[in-house]
């Protein structure tokens, strides 16, 4: 050890020190701040039992979730609920099952419905309790058939939507009425076939000298997915994933959809290479006269103060269909859950359903049938242009590996990038995107 | 490396070996042993063994499929065109990365070791960075590669750059993430050439000074070849440490764009706790573990042929 | 730079190192010396630059932080907000005391485990000895990486996920800090143990009051070394904790977001005091620290 000599610094020992008491200093005054912020931290009041709620909400989101919580933790003095964020996708996902799995899991969480099959049949979440829920004023009866039903798995009811978020159609009221496809009620025209949809996006374009539609995909599964599917179910297909067989899907409904799909990426009805960032901006400025998106970027467009209308994605191709998920409250696997605390939970979500016309605000369509039917609910422009979505919304195909954030998704986009952005053949792509499934599904379920 | 270890531990005298004792001492051996003994079988031989079961099976996080499948999981990952892409990402950031953190650490060393005013400032500096968790030196870099907000977006916006997506763009995000890799480690070796620079007898550089070598000429006459041992040693234990390369990608880039950045440690932790399948993330890790076994062999055996012909 | 003398002595003659050292006394600065010391210059600013700029940000409010274009000097003033909120929420100090108690911990009983380890293999002589060390020295090869899942699946058994111990005990397994230790306790001269052994004191009275006191600059950077390395360890914290109020300091701040959408002061206010701590403690323990990283860190690879 001796022979290694490290040389330490000769010169600046005045130098030094003053960093060392600069430093010094500083921690000090960090922990000052900290004492006195303190009481902060612990909220709620005195007995209040503290519950961990962990969801994946950010943004226009997130900030709208800590306000039903802040509004929760108030009326109900019994518990004090502390949101987790956590990055959205994969990371979230990841983490969930593996909390979920060691058993000491958060209290409660919020999943998008379409994960379901990645996590319920396997443990990973515990059922509610049905009548627990209808004691807190919570039963089916209160949520759209098809949003309960997808919080259900082997016949127990593993989440509870919060709501509905389809892909829906956005468009600037402005260049709409200048384009002249503006009905007399103010809103768009009646769209109901592809032919129709062009001509009123040509309208556009000649209106903003641009682009008449937006629409963002590159490196964005979820995006090329959300449109797909929309397509794809209007036509009448499924598709079904069933583990140990092959995928059983409609090829020829697919190729519809993605040579409709190419057809609108052409450089002048939209760009033949936008991503989500650039086609939200192109929008915003009024590069565009439409936009393709998710309810969740509503508030984007409130803030931005565009002249803007909403509607559900017009049925263009016979059935009326569009793609959609739901932020569902879910209960981690505890191996050894408190059954007080687990009865806040209760108290806490029939709470956060009872006030989500806050939640609908940010965009989303409530799954509270009691919120969506209410005049306030009816009130709110332009949400309720789209609330009849939830009644043909469509979520993905279920499996344990597809979903919102999951990798199916990005299976999607390895196969379909380059359909959309060269304009390669739309059935080798989706063909591509077919063997990956197989090798999927040839796999055992892990759950 | 025995270079290294001796200058660590080169003792005084040699040693006088236990076998000169008599009697054998069993027991008091064996309890000087026995905690950490305890914990090196439970938390190191029983996951290592339990790991090589677990490949033969079908394990998931929810607890299903432990039943023995046979190598059905080494041949389904030998055929998977992800881990290949994953290992292959994982060499590609070893040369990137390698070669930059012993010439830059070199350079460094080489300057400080002049012994320029501010050696305080300079050591600081350069080391500084290692000392950070690798979550500190992720958030720093993200900030710095924004491509709106980012400070090296606006130099280069400065001097009429383009604007670069450092981290989103598949064909620089390689780049960007060894850039922060150097930035964070170089530090470590720039400490060690420093340390042996100081060990170089300073006769050789009288001598050469006598013989007329100027300064630039001893840097190459003496102080390179006699660095040659540490190169060696920062080489070897740069390419095993970036091997095994996992917290800065998973951070700043998740892998992404497309995978492009994905190591494979990373994709280890992504098939075992994001796809459940904790059979099959033991098998490529058995794999990943031959490949690191391989490259410690051929590094050292390469080595000893070379400490042997010096 | 050109090739000629980077330094000019002003002796030839000096007792002094000529080049390459530490201490030029009363050098000359030739114009090649303000050419190295430019690119010393440019190297410690671009080593700094992150630094600096991430202390910038977190001295902004938000909105300076997130407009364009960018500037040294914010709009509205330099502002502790970002730091006053960062630490309002309470995570960092929670990560902090958790960062600090399982390094400790982990420190604790790698050192006193290793050292014990260590001396019975320099000094003892039992069965088993010579192919139990060789078992320890090979596992210094075996990358913790690889362990991850095998050592996931035995926390789920013994139920140690999200568990104080399910982090430290998984690390405190160090071969190579024995390897070290051991290649120590060799070099002491054994007439000092056996002058103990003759008055008829026992082994552990010898190690406690004869080997250890040897030992204390030895221990001192094994110690430094794996608290360094246990304090920074990102990859198990994370994998064995989900609980936030478990997590570490580097496992915190890379897996808990904020509700608000990325707010940049605040996240780098959030790495700023995550880097504090041991950066303080290297200002203090400079020479120690580099001493026992140079050392245990080579000796350990």
């Known amino acids: 050890m001796k022979e290694l000599r490290i040389p330490i610094g000769t010169g600046g020992v005045l130098t030094r020190r003053s960093v060392i008491a600069g430093t010094a200093a500083a921690v000090g005054a960090t922990w000052l701040m900290t004492n006195l912020s303190g009481c902060a931290v612990v909220g709620g009041a005195p007995g209040a039992i503290p519950l961990k709620f962990w969801h994946l909400l950010s943004g226009g989101d997130g900030i709208k979730m800590a306000g039903l919580v802040d509004e929760a933790n108030s009326q109900n003095p019994s518990f004090f609920a502390t949101q987790t964020v956590l990055t959205w996708g994969t990371p979230y996902y990841t983490k969930l099952a593996m909390a979920s799995a060691g058993g000491r899991a958060p209290d409660v969480a919020i999943m998008h419905a379409s994960r379901l099959p990645g996590y319920a049949p396997g443990g990973l979440l515990d059922p509610w309790d049905l009548d627990l829920l209808a004691h807190y004023g919570v039963t089916e009866a209160d949520f759209p058939a098809p949003i309960w039903n997808a919080g259900k798995s082997e016949g127990r009811v593993f989440s509870i939507a919060l709501d509905a978020h389809p892909f829906i159609l956005m468009y600037n009221t402005d260049i709409a009425a200048q384009a002249g496809v503006l009905g007399a009620d103010g809103q768009l025209i009646d769209i109901s076939t592809p032919d129709q949809f062009v001509d009123v996006a040509r309208k556009m374009q ?232 197989n090798v999927l599904l040839s796999k055992p379920n892990p759950v | 490396m025995t270079t290294t270890v001796q200058s660590v531990a080169a003792a005084p005298r040699q040693a006088s070996r236990p076998a000169r004792r008599r009697h054998r001492e069993n027991g008091t051996g064996w309890a000087f042993i ?73 350079v460094m060393a080489v300057l400080v070791g002049l012994g320029l005013p501010g050696q305080w400032l300079w050591r600081l500096s350069f080391f500084l960075p290692y000392l950070l968790a690798s979550s500190v030196v992720s958030l720093f870099w993200i900030w710095m590669y924004n491509p709106q907000l980012g400070l090296i977006n606006s130099f280069l916006g400065f001097f009429g750059g383009e604007p670069v997506a450092w981290l989103q763009d598949p064909d620089v995000a390689m780049i960007a993430i060894v850039v922060t890799t150097v930035w964070w480690t170089v530090g470590f070796n720039f400490l060690l050439y420093l340390a042996a620079l100081q060990n170089i007898p300073e006769q050789q550089y009288e001598a050469a000074a006598l013989d007329g070598a100027g300064k630039w000429r001893q840097l190459f006459s003496i102080t390179i070849p006699q660095l040659a041992p540490t190169t060696v040693l920062l080489v070897i234990l740069q390419v095993l440490a970036s091997l095994k390369v996992f917290d800065q990608i998973y951070q700043m880039t998740g892998g992404g764009p497309g995978g492009a950045t994905r190591s494979t440690v990373e994709y280890i932790f992504e098939a075992g706790f994001t796809g459940y399948r904790f059979g099959y993330s033991s098998a490529i890790s058995y794999i990943f573990f031959a490949l690191i076994v391989i490259v410690s062999i051929s590094q050292f055996t390469i080595m000893n042929r070379r400490g042997a012909r010096s | 730079m050109s090739s000629q003398l980077l330094i000019e002595e002003r002796s030839a003659t000096s007792a002094h190192p000529p080049a390459f050292t530490r201490k030029p006394k ?139 111990w399910g982090i430290i005990l998984p690390q405190v397994i160090a071969p190579a800090m024995v390897f070290v230790l051991k290649k120590f306790f060799d070099q002491i001269p054994i007439e000092l143990e056996e002058a103990a052994r003759v008055d008829g004191a026992s082994r552990l009275r010898v190690f406690l009051t004869i080997v250890l006191p040897l030992s204390r600059a030895v221990l001192a950077a094994v110690s430094i070394f794996v608290f360094i390395a246990a304090w920074n360890n990102f990859l198990w914290p994370f994998i064995v904790t989900n609980d936030t109020a478990l997590m570490t300091l580097p496992v915190g701040l890379q897996t808990v977001k904020s509700a608000y959408g990325v707010q940049y002061a605040q996240s780098m206010a959030l790495a700023i005091l995550a880097a504090l701590p041991l950066i303080i403690v290297f200002l203090i323990f400079q020479r120690q620290i580099i001493k026992g990283i140079a050392t245990t860190g080579l000796g350990g690879q």
């Open chain 1, 206 to 437: 000649a209106v903003t000298g641009v682009h008449g539609l937006s629409y963002g995909y590159l490196g964005d599964g979820a995006q090329m997915w959300r449109l797909f599917y929309t397509f794809y179910k209007q036509l009448g297909a499924t598709m079904t994933l069933e583990p140990g067989t092959e995928a059983v899907v409609d090829e020829d409904a697919a190729v519809t959809a993605l040579e409709f799909m190419q057809l609108l990426l052409d450089d002048t009805i939209a760009t033949a290479s936008g991503d989500y960032a650039t086609a939200l901006a192109e929008f915003v400025n009024s590069g565009s006269g439409m936009f393709f998106t998710g309810v969740w970027e509503l508030p984007t467009m409130v803030t931005a103060g565009l002249p803007f209308d909403a509607r559900t994605i017009p049925t263009m191709f016979g059935t009326p269909a569009v793609y959609a998920d739901s932020h569902a409250f879910v209960l981690p696997h505890q191996n050894d859950p408190d059954p007080v605390k687990r009865e806040e939970v209760y108290v806490f979500v029939s709470q956060i359903l009872k006030d989500s016309i806050a939640w609908a605000q940010a965009g989303h369509i409530p799954a509270f049938l009691p919120i969506v039917e209410s005049p306030e609910y009816a009130d709110l422009l332009p949400q309720a242009h789209y609330a009849n979505a939830a009644e043909i919304l469509n979520y993905d195909p279920q499996a344990w590996f597809t979903g919102s954030g999951s990798d199916f998704q990005t299976f999607f986009a390895e196969n379909v990038q380059s359909v959309l952005l060269d304009k390669t053949d739309a059935r080798a792509g989706f063909q591509g995107f077919v063997r990956r499934l």
């Open chain 3, 26 to 164: 009363k050098a000359r600065i030739t114009p090649a010396g303000v050419g190295a010391v430019l690119v010393l210059a440019l190297l410690a600013i671009a080593w700094l630059v992150p630094f600096v700029w991430a202390v910038i940000t977190s001295l902004k409010t938000e909105t300076d932080a997130g407009s364009t274009p960018v500037t040294l000097v914010p709009a509205s003033g330099f502002t502790f907000d970002a730091y006053a909120k960062v630490l309002g929420e309470g995570n960092v100090l929670t990560w902090t005391f958790n960062s600090l108690f399982t390094s400790v911990m982990i420190t604790l009983i790698t050192v006193v485990t290793s050292a014990l380890a260590a001396y019975a293999f320099s000094r003892l002589d039992f069965s088993g000895r010579r192919w139990l060390y060789a078992v320890v020295i090979g596992a210094i090869i075996i990358p913790p990486q690889v362990l991850i899942i095998p050592l996931f699946y035995e926390m789920l058994t013994l139920g140690l996920v999200d568990t104080y």
């Open chain 2, 34 to 106: 026995a905690p950490f003994g305890v914990f090196f079988l439970l938390f190191l031989i029983v996951p290592v063994v339990g790991g090589i079961w677990l490949s033969f099976t079908g394990q998931t996080l929810t607890g299903r499929g432990g039943d023995f499948i046979g190598i059905a999981n080494y041949a389904e990952a030998l055929a998977d065109s992800d881990m290949w892409r994953s290992i292959g990402n994982t060499i590609w950031f070893t040369v990137l990365s390698t070669v930059p953190l012993i010439v830059i650490a070199l």
